[in-house]
């Protein structure tokens, strides 16, 4: 700076580097003209980054959908096994078009391929089936999910089903109906929850006079929502990236991001429609009237959608630097359906949440440090997941102290029991805050009604599908990416300089004074317009507040005075759940003397650690391996030895005492040599553990191990049975899996038990599904491995 010849020549070349580079920025945009043209033109538009072969369309349904489902082709170098369960990922029907979970090797469909396991992918098309509801697509979910299952007959477990965003409710929806169809459940990023947090977001439906807007919207486009508008509502909520970042980050490294900006921008600018009573079942149900998480929304059959009727694990990911699903949007619906751990218990759900300090919405199925960390690791731990007893846990995925045992090498995943007051401790629920919520719903519905009797009429006869098309093609978002294009008459022009320039690129050095000046500027920007989106949703709020916290609003919106009470009552236990939970209860004493070899070393297994707080995956694949070997080349049934696994620990929980002391009785019909091969299994898989021993565990560990000592003593004493009736009454090992033989050893050894009560989750709905099997024992278990 204080030589002014070489402060000439840094303006110099920082001139010439500024003018290439806007002459680059200029030619990849026109690219991106013309992918958007040509992607409007395939007739499957999708970004999915994977080989695939058709397996299912939604148009052959009784009630069609455009969705379909297609199979992952596995590479060479990463075979498939077809004996591991399969999975399926739903993509998001949010606005943009279908494949963000297959966008790029390091994502879910990556995590889930590498891991051997047979992999699907559910997307849709463009254009919705005329007529098609929710429902339909809920239901078709539940058939895709069925397809998987029958496709992989000889699999070890359930199909596990990834949901992203707006397709987690969609999924759980779906589970909550039909909830023997499903294996463990991922949702990502999916808002669950709409009126928890502080995600200013949430406001929209409420400033802008509830869902008539949403109504009026169908109604110009000729009875489809254009998804443009939620995919502005989004770039809404960060203006600094939308109307600066992006851009200015291309324009500064385009030598370099142009290939990252394309495949983005494919994606991003690939909008879809929806029909108008999607969208407005959406807006009414979701949005606005957040009924899914209190159990409110019931199908036109008279289903009422209870998420607490679901099976499998739910597995929620959420992160903390997502502005459009915070972490309180993701996990509020366990603080809006469960007062506390033991509901959770007695409706026998298991429910593990993970969260992350700082990736944003669409780096939750996009961004390859998430795909080679938290997504490979779920993979890895989904059947230790699918075997977790009821109750809430967190999921943690840390370094690895010993890489060499870690599923990956790198990383390894830590499951602790969590509780519902550390979920409400996220959550921060806010009676008040609901009461403002829920006066908004209610304005909605009068100015819906009101926009329906006195408006519709009159914009729909002036709407038609010619004016629509106009609509559509000249809204901001679809002119952005349409104007500039190969078809511009200067785009010949800036294709010949690109080319000049390519041959004689002269980028400036990063510690040119003007380039350095530059990008102090670009900050500057991107402060300023950080400042300005800061001020605008703190109004937002404040009007917000102030509009529907009036008593005047309230009164007008039914409401009585204000309190701390909560205005969305807990949605309450039938008199089935409470029937069948009194007969499950009643239950437990006799189940305490059923069983056989495997329900001895799983009790024994975790009452030796039942004071563990923090549970790690790898210890549970070394466990699998430790099976017979007699039948280490079969295959176990996953569902029965999940069954055995998850009834244990409630049997521990409900009475310790009692389930230990029933051990010798489990061991009666055993041989001595088999008594011993399970202690000696026993006290292997403990010693697995990385963390060394207490002196509790190693007493209760010498406890376990003398019952052992005693029964197999006691064996050698009495009568042994002839060995042909010694086969056939142990077909399985100490821990090798649950085999089928003559007479099983194990649970379904048991005579039968009178018929239980149906609970909820098992009243039979109208669609053509199977329901589960009866609940188990919904009591709680204090700490295990």
């Known amino acids: 700076m204080s030589s002014p010849w070489a ?74 096994d077809e004996g591991k369960r399969p999975f399926i990922v739903f993509d998001p029907r949010a606005g943009h078009g279908p494949g963000i ?102 406001y929209a439906g409420g400033l802008l006079g509830g869902s008539w807007l949403t109504a009026m919207t169908s109604d110009l486009g000729a009875g489809r929502f254009d998804g443009a508008w939620l995919v502005r509502n989004f770039e809404s909520l960060n203006p600094a990236n939308t109307w600066w970042g992006k851009q200015y980050n291309l324009y500064a490294n385009v030598d370099t991001e142009a290939s990252r900006y394309l495949s983005f921008e494919k994606y991003w600018g690939g909008y879809v429609f929806l029909n108008d009573v999607e969208m407005q079942y959406i807006v009414d149900n979701l949005f606005i009237g957040n009924k899914l998480s209190s159990a409110e929304m019931i199908t036109s059959d008279g289903m009422r959608i209870d998420l607490r009727n679901i099976r499998s694990p739910i597995v929620v990911f959420c992160s903390y630097g997502d502005n459009i699903t915070p972490p309180p949007q993701a996990l509020g619906w366990i603080t809006d359906l469960y007062r506390d751990d033991s509901d959770v218990l007695s409706h026998d759900q298991t429910i593990v949440f993970a969260t992350h300090e700082s990736i944003g919405h669409l780096g939750i199925f996009v961004s390859g440090s998430v795909g080679r960390k938290e997504h490979r690791e779920f993979t890895a731990g989904i059947d230790i997941i699918d075997l977790l007893p009821a109750g809430v846990y967190r999921a943690d995925v840390v370094d690895a102290e010993t890489p060499e045992v870690a599923a990956d090498g790198k990383y390894t995943m830590l499951i602790r029991p969590s509780s519902v007051d550390e979920v409400r401790s996220i959550v ?33 006869a002036c709407s038609s599908s010619y004016s629509a098309q106009w609509m559509q093609a000249l809204h901001p978002l679809r002119l952005s990416y349409g104007w500039w294009s190969s078809a511009h008459p200067l785009a010949e022009t800036i294709q010949q300089a690109t080319r000049q320039i390519e041959e004689l690129r002269c980028p400036v050095d990063d510690t040119n004074p003007f380039l350095v000046a530059e990008k102090e500027l670009s900050r500057s920007v991107v402060f300023l317009l950080d400042l300005y989106r800061d001020h605008r949703d703190q109004l937002q709020a404040w009007i917000f507040e102030s509009i529907y916290g009036s008593p005047w609003v309230q009164a007008l919106a039914a409401q009585g005075h204000s309190n701390n009470e909560s205005i969305r009552p807990h949605p309450g236990d039938s008199p089935e759940h409470r029937e069948f939970m009194e007969y499950e209860l009643g239950q437990a004493q006799a189940r305490m003397l059923q069983g056989g070899l495997l329900e001895a070393g799983v009790r024994a297994l975790f009452y030796v650690l039942r004071n563990r707080t923090e549970g790690n995956a790898t210890r549970y694949r070394h466990a699998a391996q430790l099976r017979d070997p007699r039948h280490e080349h079969e295959r176990y049934d996953m569902a029965e030895w999940r069954h055995l696994v998850r009834g244990q620990a409630l049997l521990l929980a409900y009475d310790m005492d009692a389930a230990i002391s029933a051990i010798p009785t489990l061991l009666a019909s055993a041989s001595a040599d088999e008594i ?32 052992f000592s005693v029964a197999a003593e006691q064996r050698n004493l009495s009568a042994l049975p002839s060995e042909s009736t010694l086969s056939e009454t142990t077909e399985t090992g100490a ?51």
């Open 7 to 80: 402060l000439t020549q840094a303006a110099a070349s920082y001139t010439v580097d500024a003018w290439q580079r806007a002459i680059l920025y200029s030619d990849v945009r026109r690219q991106r003209g013309d992918q958007y043209r040509a992607h409007l033109l395939e007739e499957t538009p999708n970004v999915l980054d994977f080989a695939s072969e058709f397996v299912m369309s939604g148009l052959d349904l009784p009630r069609p959908v455009n969705y379909a489902m297609v199979r992952i082709l596995p590479t060479i170098d990463q075979p498939t």
């Open 101 to 202: 979970g297959g966008f790029k090797p390091d994502s879910e469909i990556g995590a889930a391929l590498k891991a051997g396991h047979p992999c699907y992918f559910v997307g849709f098309l463009p254009d919705p089936v005329p007529g098609q509801t929710i429902e339909d697509v809920t239901r078709a979910d539940a058939e895709f999910v069925r397809r998987a299952s029958e496709l992989h007959p000889e699999s070890v477990g359930k199909p596990a089903v990834i949901g992203n965003c707006q397709a987690g409710w969609q999924v759980l929806m779906a589970a909550a109906l039909w909830p023997d169809l499903f294996g463990p459940i991922i949702v990502a990023g999916a808002p669950l929850s709409y009126w928890a947090g502080n995600n200013p977001m949430r």
């Open 428 to 460: 921060k629920p806010d009676p008040q805050s609901d009461r403002r919520f829920a006066a908004a719903e209610q304005i909605s519905n009068i100015n819906l009604g009101l926009y329906r009797t006195f408006l519709q009429p009159w914009v729909k």
């Open 676 to 707: 011993r091969l399970l202690a000696s299994s026993v006290e292997q898989m403990i010693h697995l553990a990385e963390t060394e021993l207490s002196d509790d565990e190693r007493t209760s560990l010498a406890r376990m191990l003398t019952v």
């Open 735 to 785: 821990f090798g899996g649950v085999q089928k033989s003559k007479q099983q050893v194990g649970s379904k050894r048991i005579a039968a038990q009178p018929k239980a009560p149906r609970s909820p989750a098992q009243q039979k709905p109208k669609a053509q599904v199977k329901q589960p099997p009866a609940k188990r024992v919904p009591v709680n278990r204090r700490g295990r491995s």
